[in-house]
């Protein structure tokens, strides 16, 4: 089983920036594809970034440019650095985690670890 915890969450303004961690146990995740995504009230869960086994990104146009994924393998933590936030980047953000395979990357359903979440609130 692998464990995902997230961090570094909170209240900050727009303009702002914020940098989530999700720190893993239970596994080396270093084989494993790893994600955010996000939940604002009364949306679905929506897709953020991924980073694969290979460090290779992918990332929601609506976050293009402004955030970065990374992963250290040795520490078992998966980053999420969010630049120039706005107040539509409020949400829950969640880490996820699957072991590496050719699937869709923005589906929730395609990933089988979940973090608990943590709250970003952007104020104006």
């Known amino acids: 089983q692998v464990q995902l915890v997230e961090s570094g969450g909170g209240l900050v303004q727009a303009g702002g920036s914020l940098r989530l961690s999700c720190a893993a146990s239970?596994?080396?995740?270093?084989?494993?594809?790893m994600a955010w995504f996000r939940q604002a009230p009364g949306k679905e869960r929506e897709f953020v970034a991924h980073?694969?086994?290979?460090?290779?990104?992918y990332y929601a146009d609506s976050v293009k440019g402004r955030f970065t994924i990374s992963r250290d393998n040795a520490k078992n933590t998966v980053y999420l650095q969010m630049n120039s936030l706005k107040p539509e980047d409020s949400a829950v953000y969640y880490c996820?985690?699957?072991?590496?395979?050719?699937?869709?990357?923005?589906?929730?359903?395609?990933?089988?670890?979940w973090g608990q979440g943590i709250q970003v609130i952007v104020s104006l």
């Open positions: 239970g596994r080396t995740l270093s084989s494993y594809a």
């Open positions: 980073i694969n086994w290979s460090a290779s990104t």
């Open positions: 996820a985690a699957r072991p590496s395979r050719l699937a869709p990357i923005a589906a929730p359903y395609e990933y089988d670890y």
